[in-house]
């Protein structure tokens, strides 16, 4: 099975979440941001990850290399904005729907 991971990652703490190749959510939670705490995460619930996306920014230089260095699919990309908009017809801009795509 396929597994697709978005990353919010923040000095102090990543939020992860886990998506299936159906694009359902099997995991969502949060880790330290540290290569060890994330890469023991990663194992555990996105053991079949093809792709590991977080936003361009700050921290995404180490944070590519780290992921990259422990074997996993990373990428970096530009903050963008959600595809899918809310009922009311403005994008949900939340940074779980940003996590989810």
């Known amino acids: 099975m ?3 991971v978005g ?3 923040s000095m102090e703490e990543t939020k992860v979440c886990v998506l299936d190749d159906a694009g359902v959510v099997v995991f969502e939670g949060s880790v330290a941001s540290r290569p060890a705490a994330l890469a023991k995460l990663l194992n555990a619930k996105a053991p079949h990850a093809e792709r590991i996306a977080h936003e361009a920014g700050s921290l995404s ?3 590519w290399h780290e992921l990259k260095a422990a074997g996993f699919p990373a990428s970096a ?3 963008v904005m959600p595809r899918r908009p809310c009922q009311c017809g403005q994008q ?3 940074e779980r729907r940003q ?3």
């Open 2 to 4: 396929k597994q697709y």
């Open 7 to 9: 990353l919010d990652v």
């Open 61 to 63: 230089s180490w944070l």
């Open 77 to 79: 990309s530009m903050p």
């Open 92 to 94: 949900d801009r939340s």
């Open 99 to 101: 996590r989810i795509g």
